[in-house]
């Protein structure tokens, strides 16, 4: 079992920044992958960024270049996100996939609105 807890998140004008973070606690030693997703209202859920299991760092088309996902260790992964838009508007949730199924864990998930 693995637990995701977020924080950051919050209201913010068009092109200013926000960091995001996520805390790993559990069998983190289980995580393969780990990294956020967003949900805007009316659409499907997208991959944001992510670690892959080779440690790599994935990001979604729209957020490249504007957002960067770290990590400290194998506990806590941010994504800090700069020139934000309106579109950037959604819940986001943190993920890991975990053992050798890459079950999906999944954080409570935080708003980030950004106003025109």
């Known amino acids: 079992q693995v637990q995701l807890v977020e924080s950051g998140g919050g209201l913010v004008q068009t092109g200013g920044s926000l960091r995001l973070s996520c805390a790993a606690s559990?069998?983190?030693?289980?995580?393969?992958?780990m990294g956020w997703y967003r949900q805007a209202p009316g659409k499907r859920r997208e991959l944001v960024a992510q670690f892959t299991k080779s440690g790599a760092a994935i990001y979604a088309d729209s957020v490249k270049g504007r957002f960067t996902i770290s990590r400290d260790n194998a506990r806590t992964v941010d994504l800090e996100m700069n020139s934000l838009k309106p579109e950037d508007t959604a819940v986001y949730s943190c993920?890991?996939?975990?053992?050798?199924?890459?079950?999906?864990?999944w954080g409570q998930g935080t708003q980030v609105t950004v106003s025109s």
């Open positions: 559990g069998n983190v030693f289980s995580i393969n992958t």
């Open positions: 993920n890991a996939q975990c053992g050798s199924s890459f079950l999906d864990y």
